[in-house]
C-alpha cells in the first residue's frame, strides 16, 4: 500500500489497522485532514553524524549570549532532568513535578539573561538545529493541499518559529501553540508569557484551544506526530474526531521504551532521521 511502511526502521502493532484507518483517510480526502504534530525531535533530528541536536531551549542555552556560568548551570539542568525525562521505569505521576522544576528552572535562568527580541534570528542561523530530512515536502504539500499544521510544543515559541521561518517553511497554514516569551519596551526578555507548557500538559493546552480546534471541526481526520508520549495528549481538544493516525519517532533508548510506545502510537519510527514516512502517509492520503 505504501512501500515506505515496509522499511526497517518501522513498526506497528497493528498494521491492519493502520491500513483500514489509511483507507478512510484518503477517502474522505484532504479536505478533511489536520496535521497536529510536536516540534523538537519530531520536526527536528534527534541526531547527525553522530551529535545530539539542539532542541529549541538548547538553541537558546548553548549561543553566545548566555554566560559561561549560566550555559554550565543549564547543562546542569539537561543532565539532569533528560534521564528523567525518556526514564521507562518511572511514571508520568512520578516525572510530572519535577518536568515543571526543569522547565521553571531552566526559564528562571533565560530570563536572568538579559536576551534581546533581535537577536533570536542570529542565534538561530549560528546554531546546529536541523529539520528532519524531507522537511521541506512535508511543510510545502500540506500548504499546497490547504491542510492545517498545529505546532503543538514545549518548547521556546519564538525560537521555533524562526527555525521553520528560516528554512523558509512558515506557510499560512501553520499555526504554533507554545511557550513565548514576553519582552519589555525596550525589547529585552523579562518572563515567559502564560501557562506553562510542558510535555505533559499538552491535553490542557489542546483543550484550551478548544476553540481554535473549533474552527477546524470539518476536519475530522488527524495525522498525529510526536517523540514522546505526552505528545499523544495533542489531540484531546480535537471535536467530532473520525480517524486518528498516530506517529511516534523513538529517537533514544529505543529498546527499553519499544513496548511503550508500540502499545500508544500506530506507527513507531525508530532511529529514523527523515520525514520519508509521514511524507509517503501525506501523499497517500491525499490521493497523491
Ligand atoms: O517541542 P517539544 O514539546 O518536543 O519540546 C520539549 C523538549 O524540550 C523536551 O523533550 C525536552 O527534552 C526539551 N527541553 C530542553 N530544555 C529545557 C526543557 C525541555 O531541551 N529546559
Ligand atoms: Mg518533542
Given at each position: 500500500m505504501i512501500p515506505e511502511l515496509s522499511q526497517s526502521s518501522v513498526r506497528m502493532k497493528e498494521p491492519e489497522r493502520v491500513e483500514q484507518v489509511l483507507s478512510s483517510m484518503r477517502s474522505a480526502g484532504a479536505g478533511t485532514l489536520q496535521v497536529i504534530s510536536d516540534f523538537d525531535m519530531t520536526l527536528t533530528r534527534f541526531s547527525y553524524n553522530g551529535k545530539r541536536c539542539p532542541t529549541s531551549h538548547n538553541i537558546m542555552d548553548n549561543s553566545?549570549?548566555?554566560s559561561e556560568e549560566c550555559k554550565a548551570e543549564l547543562k546542569n539542568l539537561l543532565d539532569t532532568y533528560y534521564p528523567i525525562e525518556i526514564d521507562?521505569?518511572?511514571?508520568v505521576e512520578e516525572k510530572l513535578p519535577l518536568m515543571v522544576e526543569w522547565w521553571t528552572k531552566a526559564h528562571e535562568l533565560l530570563v536572568q539573561q538579559k536576551i534581546s527580541k533581535d537577536s533570536l534570528a542570529v542565534i538561530v542561523r549560528e546554531s546546529e538545529a536541523m529539520l528532519r530530512d524531507g522537511y521541506q515536502q512535508f511543510f510545502d504539500h500540506l500548504h499546497q493541499m490547504s491542510v492545517p499544521l498545529l505546532i503543538f510544543s514545549a518548547g521556546v515559541g519564538d525560537v521555533l518559529e524562526e527555525v521553520i521561518r528560516q528554512a523558509g517553511?512558515?506557510?499560512?497554514?501553520v499555526k504554533v501553540f507554545s511557550n513565548y516569551m514576553d519582552f519589555d519596551e525596550?525589547?529585552?526578555?523579562?518572563a515567559f508569557k502564560g501557562e506553562l507548557i510542558h510535555i505533559y500538559n499538552k491535553r490542557e493546552g489542546a483543550l484550551l484551544n478548544a476553540e481554535h480546534f473549533k474552527e477546524l471541526q470539518?476536519?475530522?481526520n488527524v495525522l498525529l506526530l510526536g517523540d514522546s508520549l505526552g505528545d499523544l495528549n495533542m489531540s484531546d481538544g480535537v471535536m467530532d474526531l473520525e480517524n486518528i493516525l498516530k506517529i511516534g519517532y523513538l529517537n533514544d533508548k529505543v529498546d527499553e521504551r519499544r513496548e511503550s510506545y508500540l502499545n500508544s502510537y500506530d506507527i513507531v519510527l525508530e532511529k529514523d532521521e527523515t520525514m520519508d514516512v509521514p511524507n509517503a502517509i501525506l501523499l497517500y492520503i491525499t490521493g497523491q
Open positions: 553566545k549570549l548566555i521507562s521505569r518511572r511514571s517553511v512558515f506557510h499560512p497554514n525596550s525589547g529585552v526578555l523579562q470539518s476536519r475530522c
